[in-house]
């Protein structure tokens, strides 16, 4: 009977240290496989955030150029619309000095219409001269309403002149 107990010990010991041997090796290769799918996730976040950067720089280049014409057809508009006013303007002095010549020349009522009328147009020309100022400042935001109040004070401007002539 001690030889049976010790052939049991020995048969379990020997059991446990292959179930041990094999729950090591299974443990092994558990942490191999862990440590392959660790591996093969870095490797696929490393892919997707260089995809995310090359798609991230590609849009702003994209947005770039689009911001870069929409600039340029702004800064387009607004000199197009100064030149527009600079010829109109260049018009309406000849009126205004036609004006003037026409005031030296005339007497009573007729001159002192004219000259009160001059008197309104030179204040509002050299307001509407200095409200230009606003067209080269004026952001994109507020071209719009720079450009309605400029509009206006012209056409009011050349009113004047218009009922004056």
């Known amino acids: 009977m001690i030889r049976a107990s010790k052939i049991t010990h020995t048969s379990m010991a020997l059991i446990l240290t292959l179930a041990v041997t094999a729950g090591c090796d299974k443990a092994a290769d558990d942490q191999q496989r862990a440590n392959a799918a660790q591996a093969e996730a870095d490797k696929k976040i490393a892919d997707l955030n260089r995809e995310a950067v090359t ?25 197009d619309y100064r030149h527009k006013i600079q010829t109109d303007l260049v ?57 309605d109040r400029m509009d206006k004070v012209w056409t009011d401007l050349k009113s004047l002149v218009e009922k004056a002539y």
């Open 55 to 79: 798609n991230t720089t590609s849009a702003q280049l994209e947005a770039d150029k689009k911001i870069a014409a929409a600039s340029s057809d702004f800064a387009k508009r607004r000199e």
């Open 91 to 147: 018009e309406l002095d000849n009126k205004i000095d036609r004006l003037e010549a026409k005031s030296k020349a005339a007497t009573g009522k007729v001159k002192s219409d004219l000259d009160m009328s001059l008197t309104q147009i030179r204040t509002r020309r050299a307001a509407f001269t200095a409200d230009m100022a606003g067209i080269e400042t004026a952001t994109a935001v507020q071209w719009d309403a720079t450009k």
